[in-house]
């Protein structure tokens, strides 16, 4: 929507209002972002133009503008209808421009809106809607309501007696009422505040289990109902186990209905009440709880999807085991485990196939194909897919390894996803020769490696550390997991001459077509040797240029800043500063006491302020450093393999997996991962999980239960910190 010059004045100030930031960080924030800038771009090289916001605080604006220009357009939608009908008062026109949301401009047409054939449209094709105003005006004190209705009895247009008439002009007041702006609002505000969410069973389901059995006869406040709670009912209601509603505080919704329609006593008084029961039951009650149902179910959305973000963002985030010789192994049974092997800048070297869970005559084979690969390709590392077989592929790679006097890591990756990048576009393109199942070893070989790396090939839904992801909106869960990724990319920085075009989609200002172009461009003229030389990639110009070099590293080129965050429009200020200090940029580069001689207000200018100079400082003083986390694994014990092998009160350590809104779910090596409870986080109150523990994080937890039959685990990580507080 192109704006003008009246109406972004006025969406800024409702995004000021809405956000409570400062009126130069919304209006430069929208500019860059109407100029094309990306937000890791603004968040990062952008900082005294936008107040230092940060990412969160720049896609909320970004949220807010988009939402109020779509509100834009429907008023103006809106407006163009109604003035065709020739229905737009000045009053009505001012009420829908100053409207901030749109179910306000809904209601406030809702009057006007094109309708279907109603029984108030064929009371008004019978001609009762004179009658409708005369009830309405309520000015009869003599007489019955039947004896002012008589005129209008007509059987030609099947108005055969007075109930006739009376009921079709109820019809039309009812309607009325339903279209009116301030009862619905008045309705939905009740509804909303005093409301309870029921769940009742169904009756082909009321003497079986299933996983909905605590909602088979449920209620809760409509407002305090959280979301995974709603997303598991709305989950049982279209499975058809649970049949949902919303029950009102009808009495004070009716008495407020009744009170609009009579303003007086008059001989409609008791017709106008039943006119008021009949607009809520019949009209507004059903289209209300649409509304509300509709509202709670986007409310839950966002935070589920907010859930997966973080989830997502910690795992993205994992610490790297580097560049190191990697086996991966994609463990099976029947067709057997594939183990492929990985350099230390991930390139595929070779792969073979073993069997050593089908027969004792299988393992002998097996521990020398295994030997043979780690001794020929001095293997540092070897991961192992946690899926089928994980755990017995993994203590035969322990013995094997022990049998021969050699001590390596053995690493459990998570599979999730692995199988939907073999199959992938991406995995073709990289590997057309190789099989399936191969694809999966090396990602999981890669996995270890570098987290982020590889799991920017796969979709982030299939990545599994989610919380009713396929239950929620879909265009929503896209758009938030697909810039956590880019903040994610952006954050740790890309190697532009090892990143794959997947990877480089990521980084700000490319996509996927540029990416591509990068990666054949490197592939027919070698290494980039430098950041400016991304000016020479096809289709790459000046503006792909700014959003994106400062995210790009090159390792060992010619100038050292780039394989910094440093970004290029700012390579004059390092320069300067090494002039002044009488040393080489190369110099400055590498002696980290020469930076803390540096006085950072002599090079603030106009365009470069404190913030942008306090960046670069921190980045010459670490420049290329990672910024994940140290590697860490945890040690599963070999002989805890099954759930069966679970006792109560085993101290373990684990993994965790995913992080909801009641607790995190964590793997300790038995296929099934155990929950923590949010009561057994941490041993004080935890409001958020996320402030307890992080998707990824190794944790000790202490075994409350296991119940192999419903394949469920009760762990707690409180009561195995007072064990090993005891134990000390």
């Known amino acids: 929507m192109k704006l003008s010059d009246e109406q972004r004045i006025k969406l800024i100030s409702y995004i000021i209002e809405a956000t409570g930031l400062k009126p130069f960080q919304v209006e430069h924030t929208v500019e860059l972002l109407q100029e094309g800038a990306t937000v890791p771009f603004i968040a990062r090289y952008r900082k005294e133009h936008t107040g230092e916001l940060d990412e969160v605080?720049?896609?909320t604006i970004e949220e807010q503008f988009a939402y109020f220009c779509e509100l834009e357009e429907r008023k103006i939608t809106v407006l163009k209808s109604i003035e065709e009908q020739g229905k737009l008062t000045p009053e009505l026109r001012e009420r829908i421009e100053a409207s901030r949301q749109k179910t306000e401009v809904e209601d406030l047409y809702l009057p006007y809106k094109p309708k279907r054939r109603t029984k108030a449209t064929i009371a008004r094709e019978r001609g009762l809607e004179p009658l409708a105003d005369i009830i309405a005006a309520q000015e009869l004190i003599l007489g019955t309501p039947e004896e002012a209705a008589l005129p209008f009895i007509n059987p030609e247009k099947e108005v055969p007696d007075a109930a006739a008439a009376l009921e079709g002009a109820g019809h039309i007041l009812s309607e009325r009422l339903s279209d009116n702006a301030d009862a619905r609002s008045m309705v939905r505000r009740l509804t909303n505040a005093q409301g309870i969410m029921t769940?009742?069973?169904?009756?082909?389901?009321?003497?079986?289990v299933t996983k909905f059995e605590m909602y088979y006869d449920y209620q809760e406040p409509l407002k305090a109902v959280p979301s995974h709670r709603i997303l598991a009912m709305r989950r049982g209601e279209k499975e058809e186990v649970l049949y949902l509603s919303i029950t009102a505080p009808v009495e004070q919704i009716l008495a407020g209905l009744k009170s609009r329609l009579i303003v007086r006593s008059s001989i409609f008084s008791s017709l106008l009440e039943h006119i008021a029961e009949d607009a809520y039951k019949r009209l507004i009650a059903p289209s209300i709880e649409v509304e509300l149902r509709l509202e709670s179910k986007e409310r839950a959305d966002e935070e589920?999807?907010?859930?997966?973000a973080r989830n997502l963002r910690e795992l993205l985030l994992a610490p790297p085991a580097g560049g190191k010789r990697v086996l991966g192994?994609?463990?099976g049974f029947r067709t057997g485990s594939k183990l492929a092997v990985i350099d230390e800048t991930g390139r595929f070297l070779e792969h073979v196939t073993v069997y050593p869970h089908i027969g004792e005559g299988r393992i002998p084979q097996a521990r020398q194909d295994l030997l043979r690969l780690v001794e020929s390709h001095a293997i540092e590392m070897i991961a192992v897919g946690n899926g089928t077989a994980g755990r017995e592929?993994?203590?035969?790679v322990k013995e094997t390894l022990a049998g021969a006097g050699k001590s390596l890591p053995v690493v459990s990756v998570s599979e999730a996803g692995a199988s939907i990048y073999s199959a992938s576009e991406i995995a073709r393109e990289e590997f057309p020769e190789l099989d399936l199942t191969v694809r999966g070893a090396i990602s999981i070989a890669r996995r270890l490696q570098d987290p982020?790396?590889?799991?920017?090939?796969v979709d982030p839904k299939s990545?599994?550390?989610?919380?009713?992801?396929?239950?929620?909106?879909?265009?929503?869960?896209?758009?938030?997991?697909?810039?956590?990724?880019?903040?994610?990319?952006n954050y740790v920085g890309v190697d532009?001459?090892?990143?794959?075009?997947?990877?480089?989609?990521y980084v700000s200002g490319v996509g996927p077509a540029l990416a591509k172009s990068i990666t054949r461009y490197r592939d027919e003229n070698g290494s980039f040797a430098s950041r400016k030389a991304l000016l020479k990639v096809p289709r790459f110009g000046a503006k792909a240029f700014e959003q994106a070099a400062g995210f790009l590293r090159i390792r060992d080129g010619k100038n050292p800043l780039d394989n910094s965050a440093v970004h290029p429009e700012r390579y004059g200020v390092v320069e300067t500063m090494a002039a002044d200090l009488g040393v080489t940029m190369t110099q400055l580069v590498a002696d980290p006491t020469l930076v803390g001689k540096i006085d950072l207000k002599r090079y603030v200018t106009e365009n470069v302020g404190l913030p942008t100079l306090s960046d670069i400082i921190e980045e010459l003083k670490k420049p290329g450093r990672d910024p994940r986390k140290q590697f860490q694994t945890a040690s599963f014990r070999d002989d805890i393999r099954e759930i069966n092998d679970l006792k109560e009160g085993m101290i373990l350590q684990g993994v965790v997996t995913n992080v909801t809104a009641f607790g995190a779910f964590v793997d300790i090596g038995v296929h099934q991962d155990g929950l923590v409870h949010i009561s057994h986080l941490a041993n004080r109150y935890v409001k958020d999980p996320n402030d307890a523990v992080k998707a990824g994080q190794v944790v000790k937890v202490k075994v409350l239960s296991a119940d192999p039959q419903r394949k469920r685990i009760a762990l707690s990580i409180k009561e195995a910190e007072a064990a090993g507080k005891t134990a000390d």
């Open 57 to 59: 605080q720049i896609r």
């Open 199 to 208: 769940s009742r069973v169904s009756n082909d389901y009321k003497e079986k």
């Open 304 to 308: 589920a999807i907010l859930v997966f």
């Open 329 to 331: 192994i994609d463990p």
């Open 393 to 396: 592929m993994e203590i035969f």
């Open 452 to 457: 982020l790396g590889e799991l920017v090939k």
């Open 463 to 489: 990545i599994g550390v989610g919380q009713y992801q396929h239950d929620v909106n879909q265009g929503m869960l896209k758009k938030s997991l697909d810039g956590v990724v880019e903040s994610c990319v």
């Open 496 to 505: 532009l001459n090892t990143a794959s075009w997947a990877l480089l989609a």
